[in-house]
């Protein structure tokens, strides 16, 4: 057990709709990636919170958002939903804003069908 | 931009069989090259982190090696608990990380 949460572990949704996937980070981790892994891509680089603030954006689409909150809880809010965004989402935390180790704390995923 | 190639794709070794992975990457200031496992329907557990050429790293029947252009995952005597995808990924100029598509491995008994 990693120490992170995320729920929902599977969401099935239509196209358009919206969803908001949640994610609790280890305690004592200020920092929360998002990831998505599809078959065809890997795992790519959405977004990154450091403390409730954005530090770093990645690949991440316009219909698709994200925040932290005071608690150091983040969500990944995703609207207007096409097939392709069936995928597996991750939320990965760790202590520092940087992870000089590389040592990040994945959770179990989000798996997101769009039907 | 950072990008990293993992070969093979796939690969199926019998108990006891050694073998490598490849990681090969494309990085501006490498600031360190990791690998994970994951698990099927699980998220990455991270096993190393190697920060410069002629580094090695340990754990098991693992042994990581790093290159200027590649690193390697040394499988020795796999046993079938070692079945899994290897991810390798690099962290450049930036905090995050980029990481390769994977390598399935299968070891059978």
């Known amino acids: 057990d990693s120490g992170v949460t995320q729920t929902p572990k599977h969401l099935i949704t239509a196209t358009g709709q919206r969803v908001t996937l949640r994610c609790s980070p280890r305690?004592?981790?200020?920092?929360v990636y998002w990831y998505q892994q599809s078959l065809d891509q890997g795992l790519q680089f959405l977004i990154q919170y450091y403390n409730g603030e954005e530090r770093a954006k990645g690949n991440i689409l316009e219909r698709f958002s994200a925040q932290q909150f005071p608690d150091l809880h983040s969500e990944l809010n995703l609207s207007s939903l096409e097939l392709g965004d069936s995928a597996l989402y991750f939320c990965?935390?760790?202590?520092?804003?940087?992870?000089?180790?590389?040592?990040?704390?994945f959770g179990e995923g989000s798996r997101l069908t769009v039907l | 931009e950072d990008q990293v190639t993992q070969s093979p794709e796939a690969l199926r070794l019998q108990e006891g069989e050694s073998s490598s992975l490849n990681c090969s990457y494309t990085v501006s200031g490498l600031r360190g090259l990791f690998w994970y496992r994951q698990d099927p329907g699980k998220g990455p557990e991270f096993l190393f982190t190697l920060y410069s050429a002629g580094e090695e790293k340990e754990k098991e029947r693992l042994k990581a090696t790093l290159t200027k252009k590649e690193s390697f995952l040394h499988i020795t005597a796999p046993k079938p608990e070692d079945s899994a995808t290897y991810l390798c990924a690099v962290r450049g100029g930036y905090s995050t990380l980029t990481f390769g598509k994977g390598t399935m491995l299968l070891v059978s008994p």
């Open positions: 305690s004592g981790d200020l920092s």
């Open positions: 990965a935390s760790s202590v520092a804003l940087a992870a000089n180790t590389g040592e990040l704390f």
